[in-house]
């Protein structure tokens, strides 16, 4: 069976700009859940979704959205990049457990 | 809110030699998840402990969940270069998502 993909793998935008990430869950997970990653820190949780409902939302500004839609895979919007927004973007998903299976990860960079 | 955190934060050994991290939360955790990271790549479950005072081993990995699990080890016996890589501890937060801690990035040189 095919791992969580996510696209594009790498992205360079500008400060001010708007990007979208993709991801698709393993088939039969309905749980996916969205982390930033900066270099040298773990994982930190920004959204998880569940069944197309938000179930959780981590300490990050507005201008960070997501959603989920009927076939589980998810979206992850950043309005207004800034430069600090550069950062590995991993989604997860999971069977609505604890585990989470990552996905490659987007690199996302902002000059 | 809850936090993860590890030591030490990064560690070199010579391959054959033991590697030992520590997480410690400062709430008590219903489980905790180990995750090792390869350079450039992404999260790889490895195990979860769930009772208080359970130790799980794979291989030469041994887990170990303290008695009021609060804190947590992953003990590396024989390291091989194959183990280089960070390794993180999570505990749960939410509805099936998990809080980090920063990592142990280790080193092996052959």
């Known amino acids: 069976d095919a791992g969580v993909t996510q696209s594009p793998t790498h992205l360079i935008k500008t400060r001010g700009q708007h990007v979208t990430l993709r991801c698709s869950p393993i088939s039969g997970h309905k749980s996916v859940s969205w982390y930033q990653q900066v270099l040298g820190q773990g994982p930190q949780f920004i959204f998880q979704y569940y069944e197309k409902e938000e179930r959780g939302r981590g300490n990050f500004p507005d201008r960070f959205s997501a959603r989920q839609f009927p076939n589980y895979s998810s979206e992850l919007n950043v309005n207004a990049l800034l430069l600090g927004d550069s950062a590995l973007y991993l989604c997860?998903?999971?069977?609505?457990?604890?585990?989470?299976?990552f996905g490659p990860g987007t690199r996302l960079t902002v000059l | 809110g809850q936090q993860v955190m590890q030591i030490p934060q990064y560690q070199h050994v010579q391959e054959g030699e033991d590697f030992t991290t520590y997480c410690n939360s400062s709430t008590t955790l219903s489980n905790i998840q180990w995750y090792k990271q390869r350079p450039g790549g992404h999260p790889v479950f490895l195990i979860q402990?769930?009772?208080?005072?359970e130790v799980k081993k794979q291989k030469r990995l041994t887990f170990q969940f303290g008695e009021a699990k609060k804190n947590s080890s992953l003990h590396i016996t024989a390291t091989q270069t194959t183990d280089v890589g960070t390794y993180f501890c999570a505990g749960p937060r939410g509805y099936s998502t998990l809080t980090f801690g920063k990592g142990t990035m280790l080193l092996v040189s052959p």
């Open positions: 997860a998903s999971s069977q609505g457990t604890y585990e989470q299976f």
């Open positions: 402990l769930v009772k208080s005072g």
